[in-house]
């Protein structure tokens, strides 16, 4: 019976980085989904913030590497998917205030 949980796998992915934006993935609400099967494999759900990120590639291989950091994890499987289609709406409350231009009191 494999132990990762969910939230064990987003807290892995949070120390990802969106270059483009300075947020991690996580509070970006770009990450759907993270299950692990029995065996401990897992499959990540994610979207991107635009369909020609031109990082696409190299941020599906962090999300990956983030992942295959756990202990006892097995194979990582990232799939991109685009719907539902990303917007600022799914962001965390501090990302929505700097990307989206709301002043900050």
């Known amino acids: 019976m494999c132990q990762i949980t969910k939230e064990a796998m987003f807290k892995a992915i949070s120390t990802v ?6 947020f991690n993935l996580v509070e970006m609400g770009l990450i759907y989904d993270a299950e692990a099967d029995e065996e401990c494999n897992a499959k990540i759900t994610m979207t991107l913030s635009t369909r020609g990120c031109p990082l696409h590639q190299m941020i599906k291989t962090w999300v990956q590497e ?4 756990l ?22 409350e501090n990302v929505k205030q700097a990307l989206g231009g709301i002043p900050s009191n």
């Not at 980085?17 to 300075?22: A, L, N, S």
């Open 17 to 22: 980085i969106d270059p483009e934006v300075g």
């Open 66 to 69: 983030a992942v295959e950091k």
């Open 71 to 92: 202990d006892g994890i097995g194979n990582v499987e990232v799939e991109v998917v685009w719907e539902p289609a990303w917007n600022i709406s799914m962001a965390e």
